[in-house]
């Protein structure tokens, strides 16, 4: 059973890849920039963020971020969106997140039209 703070999606619209990560070993794309000091390197980058962390304030996760083991080594990496949902997750003090886990290195044609499936469901509706 998975203990801590625990950031709930509000939908699921595909329970089969459903799953509770670990946001203290799930990789991502600013990995190297600090949490506390990452929306002053957003701003500096041009990186846009106040307008979702708005929402996530007012509204809770809406969607599972996507994550996938790249190189089936056990390590979760996110995949394609979902980034600034774990920064400010992080930043909120949640220990997990739920996300949709997808294939990785071995991933069938089949999977990867699930992967595009599950993206294109909150690609323009999120980061």
Known sequence: MTTGKILIAKHNNFP?????????????????????EWTDYADKHGIPYKELFSDLDRNGLLHPVIVRDLKNNGVLRKYRCGGR???????????????YQVEGIYATEEDKRLADEITADQWFKID
């Open 85 to 99: 949902r774990i920064i400010w997750a992080k930043r909120q003090g949640y220990t997990h997140i739920s996300a």
């Open 16 to 36: 089969s890849q459903y799953t509770i990560v670990d946001l203290s070993t799930l990789t991502y794309k600013w990995d190297s920039v600090s949490v506390n």
